[in-house]
C-alpha cells in the first residue's frame, strides 16, 4: 500500500518570505511517480508538477522549486518570495505503475498555505 | 481546449435518495477517475474508468458506482445516501494510457445530505 505524508497542515507567512512544504511517500514499487497539486478556494485541484522515481533532478519553475530525495523517501516544495496568490492548499500525491494502480492517486492531507499582505 | 466539467455544481439531498453526478473529461482523454474530499478523510480514490470499463476501485460500499460512455464522459451513482456522504465529489482526466499521466481535475460537485 501506499502512504503520503504531509506534516505541516498549516503554514502561515508574509509576502515575500520562502516557504518550503514537506511530503514524505511510503511505497514497496520501485516505479512511481509524485506530483504537486494546488487547491485554491474554488475548489479545482491544479496539476504543478510530476516526478517519477528515476529521476531525481530537481526541478526550478518561476518561483516555484522541488527537490526530490529518494534516499528520505520526500519530494519538497518550496516557493520562494511568496505572494497572496499563492494562499491555497497544496497536495502532494503518489502513483505506482501497474495495472492495479490505473488512475489511482494517493495523496497526502494537504497543507493549507496563508500567505499575508 | 476546454477543461474538465462537472455537473451539478452544488446539490442537496436527503437521507435515504439516491444521486447522480456527471463529469465530462478533456477532449481525446479516455480515462476519468473519481475522488472524494472530505476535511476527515481527506482525498479519497473512488474509482477510474477507461473506454467504458472500470480497471481500478478504491475501497468504497457498493452504494457507490459509476459508469463510463462512449464519448467518455463518466457518471457516479451514490444510493441510500447517508449524512457522512457530504462531501466535495472530484473527477480528474487523463490520457490513461499510463499511470504516469497527471491527471486534470473538474471543479467538483459539492453534495449536502440533510
Known amino acids: 500500500a501506499q502512504k503520503v505524508t504531509q506534516a505541516q497542515t498549516e503554514i502561515s507567512v508574509v509576502e515575500k518570505e520562502d516557504v518550503t512544504l514537506d511530503c514524505v511517500y511510503e511505497?514497496?514499487?520501485?516505479?512511481?511517480?509524485l506530483f504537486w497539486y494546488k487547491q485554491p478556494p474554488s475548489g479545482e485541484l491544479v496539476f504543478l508538477i510530476r516526478?517519477?522515481?528515476?529521476?531525481?533532478q530537481n526541478e526550478i519553475s518561476g518561483r516555484y522549486s522541488w527537490n526530490f530525495q529518494k534516499s528520505t523517501s520526500s519530494f519538497n516544495f518550496t516557493i520562494t518570495a511568496s505572494q497572496v496568490v499563492d494562499s491555497a492548499v497544496y497536495f502532494c500525491a503518489l502513483s505506482v505503475a501497474g495495472g492495479t494502480s490505473y488512475g489511482k492517486l494517493t495523496f497526502g492531507q494537504g497543507t493549507i498555505l496563508t500567505v499575508h499582505p | 481546449k476546454a477543461g474538465v466539467t462537472q455537473t451539478p455544481r452544488y446539490l442537496i439531498k436527503t437521507r435515504g435518495q439516491q444521486v447522480t453526478l456527471s463529469c465530462s473529461p478533456i477532449s481525446g482523454h479516455r480515462s476519468v477517475s473519481w475522488y472524494q474530499q472530505t476535511p476527515g478523510q481527506g482525498l479519497q480514490f473512488l474509482f477510474e474508468?477507461?473506454?467504458?470499463?472500470?480497471?481500478n476501485k478504491g475501497n468504497f460500499p457498493g452504494r457507490f458506482s459509476g459508469r463510463q460512455f462512449s464519448n467518455s464522459r463518466s457518471e457516479m451513482n451514490v444510493s441510500t445516501l447517508e449524512l457522512g456522504d457530504s462531501a466535495l465529489y472530484l473527477c480528474a482526466s487523463s490520457p490513461g494510457l499510463s499511470t504516469y499521466n497527471e491527471q486534470f481535475f473538474g471543479p467538483g460537485t459539492r453534495l449536502t445530505v440533510l
Open positions: 516526478r517519477n522515481s528515476f529521476d531525481e
Open positions: 511505497t514497496r514499487d520501485t516505479t512511481y511517480y
Open positions: 474508468y477507461f473506454s467504458e470499463t472500470q480497471r
